[in-house]
């Protein structure tokens, strides 16, 4: 995982750059000539699949904490490892889930703005903190922006740290093993919640 997020998180950025640029060049939202329309339309479209992924990110990281969590519980009931690896995973994961939430929030705040700030919604917002519309929907934005970028980055680290810990889990398990004179059988690049079977993470 500490391998394949890196990339994701990079793409996730990536996507979120496009779509704050193609709103940055559209000059006049309020225009109805069919060249300015169409540049509102791939924004919105761009924005929305750029909410989407970067969500589904946040979302596989998730994925991966509860995976590896159930697999340290799992694990250190088999072999008498005590609490100490599960619980260290755990205050792992409860301290970036809620990044993770404010993260997705900021997106869904970005399009909910976004679509009242679009002259055809005919919502009537005004805009916030004595910006209008159009510029509170772009200070929103850069906030997501740079927030979800420093949210990627705690979630690698909280990766990295969750890796060691399952690293430290594997070798109690090797040692085990070995002086019970147990066969140990490395899998790499997978995780699984069956004790016998000896793993490394990603």
Request: charged share 15%.
């Amino acid at each position: 995982m500490s391998r394949i997020f890196p990339t994701l998180a990079v793409a996730a950025v990536v996507v979120m750059l496009v779509a704050f640029g193609l709103g940055w060049v559209i000059e006049d939202a309020r225009s109805i000539q069919p060249d300015k329309m169409s540049q509102v339309s791939l924004h919105m479209f761009v924005g929305l699949g750029a909410l989407v992924f970067v969500s589904l990110v946040h979302s596989i990281v998730l994925t991966y904490f509860m995976g590896t969590g159930r697999w340290l519980e799992e694990t250190s009931k088999a072999y008498s490892l005590g609490d100490e690896y599960f619980a260290a995973s755990k205050r792992i994961k409860y301290r970036t889930i809620p990044l993770m939430v404010v993260g997705i929030f900021t997106l869904v705040m970005v399009g909910a703005i976004g679509a009242m700030a679009d002259p055809a919604s005919g919502s009537g917002f005004t805009g916030w903190f004595g910006l209008d519309a159009a510029r509170t929907h772009f200070a929103i934005a850069a906030t997501a922006v740079v927030l979800n970028l420093l949210i990627h980055f705690i979630e690698f680290q909280a990766v990295r740290q969750n890796g060691e810990v399952i690293n430290m889990v594997l070798a109690d398990v090797h040692r085990i093993r070995t002086e019970r004179g147990l066969p140990t059988h490395p899998v790499a690049g997978s995780v699984t919640n069956r004790p016998e079977v000896v793993v490394t993470d990603n």
